[in-house]
């Protein structure tokens, strides 16, 4: 077995020890040493990183048929004695998460009697799922606020070891879920678990806790938090954000809100403007196209090209075109936003997607698509209107000539 010096103090990121075993794992070297305070993935807690002799360790986790600590390294160790170095940074964030995910179970239970029953340390997030049906936005908040007046509180966090016969007169907030002697993290007159990961000295070192969202999974629900320089620079980077929407809105913080509904009501009442306008369009634009209609053995064939379209109306367009008879339409409009539509009439004796084929593979670009009566395909932006015609025209004498 390894010593665990992480349990004994988690604050302990520099120490030495002897190696035991040169191995591998999956390919990769790895080394066991007598002792470590590398804390291995495990508990919803992930894995510490660092440096073994100034090797990176890439993973550190427990070996399940023994109990021993690998650590998976870069490259090869090939010494007896080493120098351990553990990321600090990295392993104070879990502390701080994984002790902020005790306060935070904890407030829920006493809250709304919500019982946690998994808990992950995300590269971003962390969450908990929660044994219940609902989360009603006031129970989230009440155990939210409960959880950071614990942590300003500033209350003792102590760990000790307890025989198996000693666990049912504990009031743990959960089960342990190992036999033997059982490792309980307890935050003074308030939460009381077994558990195996690494926590701060006291709750103030936890930082703000801040619950970002909740979803239903399953039967229950999970819950999405940080902690401490997790949550400060989450508000920092929201509250840029939030100062950018106000200068962009020309609002205050406070009026974001409203500035925000009145921005939604004149989109919403632009977007009608410009449907109707379409629809004026549509309605102008279609006699003037229909007799630009040419005469073809399957019936009439119609192409023509813009400079640029708004987007939306040229479907409209080939759609309406094509509706009423055997016609082929090939519509096609540049621009940053440059479309080509091809619609069919019934009666046509080819399809739309093989049209809109044969004028991809002569222009030399992909992507697009249809069905038999309708196919359309973005445009290269750098593509020549001139150019684009002239292909249109090419592929419409084709199918016409085979066609006759």
């Known amino acids: 077995m390894t010593l665990r010096l992480y349990w004994e103090d988690p604050y302990l990121w520099r120490f030495t020890a002897r190696v035991v075993e040169e191995t591998t794992y999956q390919g990769q070297p790895a080394v066991i040493l007598d002792r470590t305070a590398f804390y291995p993935a495990g508990g919803g807690q992930p894995s510490d ?21 690998l ?6 160790l090939g010494m007896q004695e080493v120098e351990g170095i553990v990321d600090g940074e990295r392993r104070f964030d879990h502390m701080q998460q994984h002790t902020g995910q005790h306060i ?17 340390i995300g590269h971003e997030v962390v969450t908990i799922d929660l044994e219940v049906a609902d989360l009603p936005e006031a129970i989230a908040e009440a155990a939210e606020e409960l959880a950071n007046r614990v942590v300003l509180e500033n209350r003792e966090v102590r760990t000790r070891w307890v025989g198996e016969e000693d666990v049912g007169s504990l009031g743990l907030r ?33 930082g703000p806790i801040k619950i970002l969202r909740w979803e239903h999974r399953g039967g229950g629900v999970r819950v999405s938090f940080l902690c401490g320089w997790r949550a400060l620079r989450d508000y920092q980077g929201k509250h ?19 500035a925000v509904q009145a921005l939604q009501r004149a989109w919403k009442e632009a977007q009608r403007s410009l449907s109707l306008l379409q629809e004026v369009y549509i309605e102008e634009a279609l006699p003037i196209l229909e007799r630009e209609a040419l005469p073809a053995p399957f019936g009439e064939l119609v192409i023509h090209v813009w400079a640029q379209l708004p987007p939306g109306l040229l479907p409209r367009l080939a759609r309406r075109l094509s509706a009423s008879g055997p016609r082929l339409v090939i519509l096609a409009a540049g621009g940053s936003a440059g479309l080509l539509a091809v619609a069919c009439g019934p009666g046509i004796p080819v399809s739309a997607q093989e049209v809109l084929e044969r004028i991809r593979s002569r222009l030399g670009f992909s992507g697009g698509g249809g069905r038999s009566d309708y196919a359309q395909a973005p445009l290269p932006p750098a593509i020549s209107m001139a150019d684009l015609r002239k292909i249109l025209e090419e592929v419409s004498g084709e199918l016409t000539r085979s066609a006759g």
């Open 240 to 258: 840029r954000r939030l100062l950018q929407a106000a200068r962009l809105l020309s609002a205050g913080e406070a009026d974001l809100t409203e």
């Open 71 to 76: 650590h998976i390294l870069e490259r090869p």
């Open 49 to 69: 990183r660092g440096t073994l002799n100034g090797i990176p360790v890439r993973e550190v986790m427990e070996r399940e048929e023994d109990g021993v600590i």
């Open 174 to 206: 959960r089960s342990p879920s190992v036999e033997g002697p059982i490792r309980i993290v307890e935050v003074a007159d308030f939460d009381r678990s077994p558990c195996g990961g690494t926590h701060v000295r006291r709750t103030g070192e936890v």
């Open 104 to 120: 935070l179970s904890q407030a829920f239970l006493r809250v709304a009697g919500a019982q946690t029953v998994s808990f992950h």
